[in-house]
């Protein structure tokens, strides 16, 4: 298995501009999990899913932010409009039991 | 929530020497996992140990849920051991702030 894919790895924006991030879990897990990692906040949870279905999306910031999972092999966080404060390392994750993190991608907003 | 502390934060050890990082949960959970964060940023995981004594190669680990905490032995440190280790509880993984491991040659 390839592990989870996070596409792109590296982004960089403008304040004010859409940002999408993808992620493919590995296949055969029922969850998915969307982290941020800041300096400031270390890791923490934005959102999770459970059979495609968002279960808590209590760590979401604010209304800019919003995630999908269409289907059970791909989910999307976006971020509209983005701003410097969102500039950060974005990870997805996704389980059966044990969680597997993929490799990230890196924010900057400008 | 639950609150997941650490300790060392920081520990700068020789090359082959051992070390002992320490995590501490403030409830009683059915999940805890040990991640390395290598220096380019991806986590590796080491462990997904609930509960028990787990070894793989020079790390081993032991979690003591009755107690809340879990310990991570590294052992015959290498310099490809440096990064940052968390320990992560929960389902929803809530993260340790970490210890920063360096290895020195």
């Known amino acids: 298995d390839a592990g989870v894919i996070q596409s792109p790895r590296h982004e960089v924006t403008e304040m004010g501009q859409e940002v999408t991030l993808r992620c493919k879990p590995i296949?055969?897990?029922?969850?998915l999990f969307w982290y941020r990692q800041t300096m400031m906040r270390g890791l923490e949870l934005l959102i999770y899913?459970?059979?495609?279905?968002?279960?808590?999306d209590s760590g979401m910031p604010e209304d800019r932010f919003s995630a999908k999972m269409p289907n059970a092999s791909f989910s999307t966080l976006k971020i509209q409009p983005s701003e410097p404060r969102d500039s950060a390392v974005y990870f997805c994750?996704?389980?059966?039991?044990?969680?597997?993190f993929g490799p990230g991608t890196r924010l900057t907003v400008l | 929530g639950i609150q997941v502390e650490q300790s060392p934060p920081d520990l700068i050890l020789q090359e082959g020497a051992n070390s002992t990082l320490r995590c501490n949960f403030s409830?009683?959970?059915?999940?805890l996992q040990w991640f390395h964060q290598n220096p380019w940023g991806q986590l590796i995981n080491l462990f997904y140990?609930?509960?028990g004594t787990k070894q793989n190669g020079r790390l081993s680990a032991t979690t003591v849920a009755t107690e809340r905490y879990s310990l991570l032995y590294i052992s015959s440190s290498q310099t490809t051991d440096s990064g940052v280790y968390f320990c992560?509880?929960?389902?929803?993984?809530?993260f340790g702030t970490g210890t920063r491991l360096t290895i020195i040659p």
């Open positions: 994750a996704s389980s059966h039991n044990e969680q597997f």
């Open positions: 296949s055969g897990h029922n969850s």
């Open positions: 899913f459970n059979n495609n279905v968002p279960i808590d």
């Open positions: 409830d009683s959970v059915n999940n």
């Open positions: 140990i609930p509960s």
């Open positions: 992560a509880v929960g389902k929803k993984l809530t």
